[in-house]
């Protein structure tokens, strides 16, 4: 499993810090950007970046978003094909937005959080806890119709959106409380 991370330069801090973290606990992270901290960078870069990497592999990667507030990159990450993005800001919720909602993004928030608590994302990267969730199908039949409203902006050409509709369906179709 690869875990994606993005920060502008309010996140950038706490985003290094974090990187290193997971990096000593053994975990594969790759880092999208910023680089460098640089004053008035756009968050929007950062999300789309981890979002790309997401829906590319859905199953297989975790996303991990910071700005300010944690409300861009999380709105901004929830545009893309079968990202789930949750804004947490405390363990239990984390966990809970992970094992009740299934999240494969977690947004954070700088300028409200302690890194010491930012640092408990086992619970996002850890495979699902409940073998049987009756909300589970919910995050699936909800992303199968923003995503399919998104992809109407016009924003893909007609081939690259009918395959991401096609590949979201089918995922949401078969996707089973093992799967994550």
Known sequence: MVIYIGADHRGFKFKESIKAYLKNQ?????????????????????ARAVAEK?????DQSRGILICGSGV???VTANKFPAVRSGLAIS????????NDDNINVLSLAS???????AKNLRAVIAPRLRAF???????????????KAWLKLGQLSRGDRDSLIQ????HAATAKPTDH
């Not at 992270?29 to 960078?41: F, T």
């Not at 997401?54 to 859905?58: C, E």
């Not at 300028?111 to 608590?117: G, L, N, Q, S």
């Not at 590949?167 to 089918?170: P, Q």
């Open 54 to 58: 997401i829906t590319a592999d859905p």
């Open 72 to 74: 861009g990159v999380d």
């Open 91 to 98: 363990p239990d919720q984390i966990y809970a937005a992970r």
């Open 167 to 170: 590949r979201a369906t089918e």
């Open 133 to 147: 969730n009756k909300n589970y199908k919910l995050p699936a039949r909800i992303g199968a119709k923003t995503n």
């Open 111 to 117: 300028d409200y959080m302690e890194e010491a608590i």
């Open 26 to 46: 053994g975990y594969e992270v790759v880092d999208v950007g910023a680089e460098s901290y640089v004053e008035g960078d756009d968050y929007t870069h950062y």
